[in-house]
């Protein structure tokens, strides 16, 4: 009986194991690098949470609106009035958010106004005149 087929056998098993060992590293290399990006990304994360975290500390308190209504009118009126620096009337309100100067926006304008005002988001500091809650 001749030994050669066996040893040929033998070889042909060492080389299939050899390329299976090398493509397993292969696929070991690519998660080894995947695994450290994934651990910066994590690094990365923890220091802007900690960062956030910090920096929440520093924000000043300040009281959360109330749910206004679905009108875009709203948040124009209530940048009109964060940059006032004085009371204003329906009408200058009006005149700031381009509306035509007719009765019916006046006064559609002062009913929101009042509005934001049952909401506490503005004061009336005189009849027909409002201004930003302090």
């Known amino acids: ?39 910066i990304h994590l690094e990365h994360l923890a220091i802007t949470r900690k960062t956030v975290t910090a920096l929440a500390d520093r924000i000043p308190a300040r009281a959360d609106l109330p749910d206004l209504p679905e009108h875009p009118d709203y948040p124009r009126i209530l940048a009109v009035f964060n940059e006032a620096t004085s009371p204003l009337r329906a009408r200058d309100v009006c005149q700031t958010l381009d509306h035509e100067l007719l009765p019916k926006n006046v006064e559609g304008t002062r009913a929101k106004l009042k509005r934001l005002v049952k909401l506490g988001v503005l004061t009336e500091v005189d009849v027909g005149s409002f201004a930003r809650k302090q």
């Open 1 to 39: 009986m001749s030994i050669q087929p066996l040893l040929d056998a033998l070889g042909i098993q060492e080389d299939t194991a050899r390329v299976l060992a090398e493509d397993l590293r292969t696929e070991i290399d690519a998660l080894q690098a995947r695994l450290r990006e994934a651990e």
